[in-house]
């Protein structure tokens, strides 16, 4: 058994240009610390022995950049690059054509814009898989949860959802390669967009189970989030200091 990781790095952050402010660059190439984001999310796979290979998907006009950071930051033979797409579904899906693997081995699938994923997590989620077939990462709800309907003068709540079953989704996300593929051969043939890979499994009546993920594996995706990352890191690197 092998196991694969896919980051889509295709996005181009919309979100991050909110209140006014536009990044220099696409999120996953902004820097932490002096590290670009995708680079230490690509360092926290590289540093789990049984990831066999990690498939990264970016944009045409962004591979010489990502060959540049992976040669100044040497990670190796085990990445490799695919052309992404529009959405996130279409690069996950490039990579997965890409990937020379068995139906019994594992993939994970990771928001390149996550960096702060731990080893550890990754090693829980790739056992999961192993034994149940498909998982993801995810986090209990702490705020109560409202059903709402969308009017025209704003949100009417509609119920109150109990939290204990809710548990808000984190990546890594992944199944066993042949169910992987199969949903997504399904939703492209009945023309499905998922939200992510979890939502793709659903459909296909395929259980996923849920692995305990951290506040730390937040996704990059607004103003002040770089902060956030590099509060945590320094934070971290005190915890070791002592």
Known sequence: MRVFVILPAAGIGTRMAAGGVTPAAPKQFLEIGGVPVLIRSLRAFLAVPRVDAVCVAVRGAERERVEAQIAEFK????VHLVEGGDHRQESVGNAMAAL????????????????????????????????????????????TIKQVDRTADGAIITATIPRERIVLAQTPQ?????????????????????????????????????????ARNFKITQPGDIEL?????????????G
Request: proline share 4%; with cysteine.
């Open 75 to 78: 990670l190796g033979a085990r």
């Open 229 to 241: 990352a590099e509060f945590y890191l320094g934070r971290a690197t005190a915890d070791l200091r």
């Open 100 to 143: 020379e693997c068995d139906d019994d081995d594992i993939v994970l699938v990771h928001d390149a814009v996550r960096p702060l994923i731990d080893p550890a997590t990754i090693e829980r989620t790739i056992d999961a898989v192993a034994r149940h077939g498909a998982a993801i990462v995810g986090v209990p709800a702490v705020d």
């Open 174 to 214: 992944g199944a066993r390669v042949g169910l992987m593929r199969r949903a997504f051969m399904e939703a492209e043939t009945d023309g499905f967009a998922g939200t992510d890979e979890a939502s793709l499994l659903e459909r296909a009546g395929i259980e996923v189970t849920v692995v305990p993920g951290s």
